[in-house]
């Protein structure tokens, strides 16, 4: 099993389709979107000494415990934000925009993220998220069910995503903190790697991989 699929089968989809109001395939899409923009951030985000240390220091905090019979019920959604907004800053809105985009139909969240993400300079704080409403269940995407499923589902994943990190770490026998970011950059990037790999090869037709690949040729 590669990483990517490792990533992706610890998150819980009968959940989370139920928490977003939607059917098992909709939610489906909408985590094999939403899991490589989060990924792209926090590639990012560990390009830098200072920033992979950050990182270690965030996923240091998470207990990967959580993932063993994970309950949505556990997952704080505050810290989803705030981790959103430290990777993504002041362009936290228009990535999930991007996402909700990508949802309904628009292929554009390669192109978007990977120009956001290339940019470089220093991100401007996040602004203070505003809670969307809870999408009714639909089984047709919209523009605005798009929006409504990225605004709730992108902060629901990302502590999900620092815990699976976390189990990594230590299954690799590391000591995560600030001191060893290179860790979590190693494990970021064979995450990464393998995916782009994978969205080169035209018979995997996976969303997931499709979108990182599209990221990773767009930087």
């Known amino acids: 099993m590669s990483d990517i699929d490792s990533l992706l089968r610890a998150i819980p989809i009968d959940q989370v389709a139920s928490a977003l109001g939607v059917d098992k395939a909709t939610a489906q899409t909408a985590v094999e979107t939403a899991v490589p923009t989060i990924l792209a951030g926090l590639q990012h985000e560990a390009s830098t000494e200072e920033g992979a240390g950050n990182l270690a220091e965030a996923v240091g905090s998470k207990d990967p415990s959580v ?26 809105n228009e990535v999930t925009s991007a996402v909700a985009q990508q949802l309904s139909g628009s292929d ?92 080169d090869n035209r018979s995997t037709g996976s969303v997931v991989t499709d979108i990182l690949g599209q990221i990773l040729r767009s930087r």
């Open 108 to 199: 554009v969240l390669g192109s978007v993220l990977g120009s956001i993400l290339a940019g470089g300079g220093r991100r401007q704080p996040a602004p203070a998220p505003v809670p969307a409403p809870a999408p009714a269940p639909t089984d047709t995407a919209s523009p605005n069910v798009g929006s409504e499923l990225a605004n709730k589902l992108l902060p629901l994943l990302a502590p999900i995503i620092l815990a699976w990190l976390a189990q990594q770490a230590t299954q690799k026998g590391g000591q995560i903190n600030r001191s060893n970011g290179g860790l979590v950059q190693e494990i970021l990037g064979g995450l990464l790697r393998g995916a782009g790999q994978a969205a």
């Open 67 to 92: 993932l063993d019979g994970l309950s949505l019920d556990q997952i704080d959604v505050n810290d989803g934000e705030k981790i959103l907004g430290h990777i993504f800053g002041s362009n936290t």
